[in-house]
C-alpha cells in the first residue's frame, strides 16, 4: 500500500511541478541529499543528548501506551514515550 501512495505522490508531483530544465531538477536534488545529511549526521553534534533527529523520529514507535489524560500531566513517565520501536 505504502507503494502505489509513493508512486502516487511522485506522479502528483511531476505533474504538478514543471521543472524548466535539467540544472533545475540537479539542484533540487542536491539540496534534498544535504538536508538529509544534515538530519542524519550533523543533528546529534547539535542535540543535547547527542542523537540524530531523523534516526529518533524513525524508530520511535507507534502511539503512547498511556492514557492522554495520563501523559499530559506526567509527560515524562515511561508510557508515554510511545510505542516499541520500528524494525530496521
Not at 540544472?23 to 545529511?37: E, G, N, P, Q
Request: proline fraction near 8%.
Amino acid at each position: 500500500m505504502q507503494h502505489i501512495f509513493g508512486t502516487y505522490m511522485c506522479i502528483l508531483f511531476l505533474s504538478t511541478i514543471k521543472l524548466n530544465s535539467i540544472k533545475v531538477a540537479s539542484i533540487l536534488l542536491t539540496v534534498a541529499f544535504f538536508y538529509d545529511i544534515f538530519f542524519v549526521f550533523v543533528t546529534p553534534l547539535l542535540t543535547k543528548h547527542g542523537e540524530s533527529i531523523m534516526v529518533n523520529v524513525a524508530t520511535t514507535g507507534g502511539p503512547p501506551k498511556a492514557d492522554p489524560s495520563w501523559c499530559e500531566k506526567y509527560p515524562n513517565d515511561a508510557d508515554c514515550k510511545g510505542g516499541d520501536p520500528l524494525p530496521m
